[in-house]
Structure formats: structure tokens, C-alpha cells
């Protein structure tokens, strides 16, 4: 069974950086797809970026490409998401799910075969 823990939300300034962390116990992530998401209170959930473990790919949303990177430490069995340039936009909870590839990276970034899900960390960007 694949268990995942997301860290590192916290409040920030408008320009500021965090880095979230996806930690996975249970399986290895070698050869899983992990997405991250997030949602905000009375929006629908939005899919930011997707990599595919096995080769590295990656995809973003346009509303945070250029200003987001998702990363894998497989050692670590772990994938970040490093945050920069941050807007008030940008509040939300912010979730990692997984699967297990092949998926195809557009259709992880709407959380399809993502069977496994964290329970999410907040990211408020406040003045």
C-alpha cells in the first residue's frame, strides 16, 4: 500500500517561495506517476504539474508554468514542488497523488489513474 505525506505549506508574502514535499512510504515511486494539486475554499480542484517517475517527463498547468517545479528525489522516494513567485491566487490546499504508470501526463494532470492521495498541506499567500 502506497501512503503519501505532503509538507512544507506555511503562510508567505506575495513574491515569496515555498517548497512542498511529497513523501512516500509503503512503495517505491520508481514507477508511478505523481501529480500535485491543489484546491482552494468554493473552487474546483486544479491540477499544477505532473511527473511520470520511470522517465522523468513532466507537465505544468499554464497558470503555473514558468513560476512552478516539480522534482523527484528518488532516493529520498520523495517529489517536491517548488513554489516561486508566488500570487494571493496561489491560497489553497495543496495535494500529491499517485499512480502507477503508465499514464499519460495530460490526463494526470485532471487526476486520472491517481489512485492514491495525501491528505494535503495549506499554502496561504497573504500581505
Known amino acids: 500500500q502506497l501512503y503519501l505525506v505532503e509538507s512544507g505549506g506555511d503562510l508567505v508574502q506575495p513574491g515569496g517561495s515555498l517548497r512542498l514535499s511529497c513523501a512516500a512510504s509503503?512503495?517505491?515511486?520508481?514507477?508511478?506517476?505523481i501529480g500535485w494539486f491543489r484546491q482552494a475554499p468554493g473552487k474546483e480542484r486544479e491540477g499544477l504539474s505532473c511527473?511520470?517517475?520511470?522517465?522523468?517527463?513532466?507537465i505544468y498547468a499554464d497558470s503555473v508554468k514558468g513560476r512552478f517545479t516539480i522534482a523527484r528525489d528518488n532516493a529520498k522516494n520523495t517529489v517536491y514542488l517548488q513554489m516561486d513567485s508566488l500570487k494571493l491566487e496561489d491560497t489553497a490546499d495543496y495535494y500529491c497523488?499517485?499512480?502507477?504508470?503508465?499514464?499519460?501526463?495530460?490526463?494526470?494532470?485532471?487526476?486520472?489513474?491517481?489512485?492514491?492521495w495525501g491528505q494535503g498541506t495549506p499554502v496561504t499567500v497573504s500581505a
Open positions: 497523488a499517485a499512480g502507477e504508470v503508465p499514464i499519460g501526463m495530460n490526463g494526470c494532470l485532471f487526476g486520472y489513474d491517481l489512485n492514491y
Open positions: 509503503g512503495v517505491t515511486l520508481d514507477y508511478y506517476a
Open positions: 511527473i511520470d517517475n520511470s522517465d522523468g517527463s513532466t
